[in-house]
């Protein structure tokens, strides 16, 4: 008696079950080998997170102060130098991890993390800190021999001079365990990542500071997981029969879905924040509450100044976001501008009866007295100021 092929449906469901099974387990070997990477100590510790707050901390270099719960440093110290430091008493041997909850690190500043422990009194160790986006990376100390025994106090040093202030909510002690890590990277993937000018190419995915982004994790669970299932239907075609098109599609387009929702849950919260900031408002109020609200509002006061025809509009800025977003404002005027290029036109292109439009632009003089304004080290023209504001803005009509 000869047993009934399995119907193609029946077949058709098992093969997308094994493929399922295929790219989840596969995922979950790749992330076991990022722990077994990653985890400095013991996989499960007994330790929890120890969190100090910045009410604790005290600012031994440099000028600040405690806002709702937060130290603001305004101004370095000494040699640019801002040090805050804190007294501790924990056992090295259960916190491998510290995490300075810091914003606002200047990019390219000299960072270090200082401690002292009851090994050596005497001794002040330290360890070089990294600055991803504004924030620190945790100090993973497992490995330096100098943390040992009990560590009774630490201290973060930053070297740099500060165009912002810096801003300190606290301090977090780590026992860096297998859940810790893995709740770290989580919170990292489903963290919400406003919409800003390159959203429209692309989103991250998250924190800004990632140690394991998830599209390259997605990316690599189904490499793996078409390579064992290819291999599955050679080797053993009982057990799965799919194509390598069919199977590497499926994969990709499940790990595209896993992406997607990902992205979905990030454009519900924007779309929460979006409501709570432009609800209800009339269309001037939302360009005066969104990003470019400041610049929205001088370019209202130099429309109101300048002629209601057309004229010619030379824009100005350092930075391309503010140069073309102040020519949209402008239109439907004729607004010269340099999208790619921190550059302003000659004063040979420029005649009597233009206009110049300077938002927050750097090596832009102008004599008041004898009406001459220069840039860029060119020679002056003549000039009349129309409009004065912060942020660096200005309306100037040629003569």
Not at 5 to 17: E, V
Not at 142 to 162: N, Q, S
């Amino acid at each position: 008696m000869v047993a009934d092929a399995p119907a193609p449906a029946s077949r058709s469901r098992h093969d997308a079950l094994v493929a399922a099974v295929a790219g989840l387990g596969a995922a979950l070997v790749l992330a076991i080998v990022y722990l077994a990477v990653s985890i400095p100590g013991a996989w499960f510790p007994r330790a929890v997170d120890r969190a100090f707050t910045a009410t604790e901390l005290k600012l031994a270099d440099g000028t600040g102060t405690l806002d709702r719960g937060t130290l603001v440093v305004t101004a370095p110290g000494a040699n640019d130098t801002t040090l805050v430091t804190l007294e501790t008493d924990l056992r090295s041997a259960d916190f491998p991890g510290v995490q300075w909850i810091v914003r606002g690190v200047p990019d390219g500043a000299d960072v270090r993390m200082l401690w002292k422990t009851d090994v050596a009194t005497r001794r002040t160790n330290m360890a070089v800190g990294v600055v991803e986006a504004g924030a620190l990376r945790t100090f993973v100390l497992a490995r330096d021999p100098a943390w040992l025994g009990r560590v009774t106090g630490i201290a973060l040093a930053i070297r740099a001079p500060l165009a912002g202030p810096i801003r300190i909510d606290g301090v977090v002690a780590r026992p860096l365990g297998a859940l810790d890590i893995a709740r770290a990277r989580i919170g990292e993937w489903l963290r919400f990542e406003p919409i800003n000018g390159a959203t429209i190419n692309t989103i991250g995915g998250g924190a800004d500071s990632q140690d394991l982004p998830l599209p390259p994790l997605a990316a690599a669970s189904v490499l793996l997981a078409a390579l064992v299932l290819l291999a599955l239907r050679r080797f053993v075609p009982s057990a799965y029969g799919l194509g390598a098109a069919c199977t590497i599609g499926g994969l990709f387009v499940a790990a595209w879905l896993l992406l997607d929702a990902r992205f979905a849950q990030n454009l519900a919260r924007q779309t929460e924040v979006s409501y709570a900031k432009y609800a209800g408002k009339t269309p001037e109020e939302r360009h005066r509450a969104a990003e470019d609200g400041a610049l929205y509002t001088f370019i209202e006061h130099a429309r109101a100044i300048m002629p209601k025809s057309p004229q010619r509009v030379f824009v100005a800025s350092d930075e391309h976001y503010f140069r073309g977003r102040a020519a949209w404002h402008l239109y439907p005027h004729n607004v010269q501008f340099a999208p790619f290029q921190n550059a302003i036109a000659p004063p040979a292109w420029m005649k009597p009866g233009d206009w110049l439009v300077v938002y927050d632009r750097r090596n832009v003089q102008y004599d008041a007295a004898r009406r001459m304004l220069r840039w860029d080290g060119n020679p002056p023209v003549h000039a009349e100021l129309k409009l004065l504001e912060p942020h660096g803005a200005a309306l100037f009509l040629i003569e």
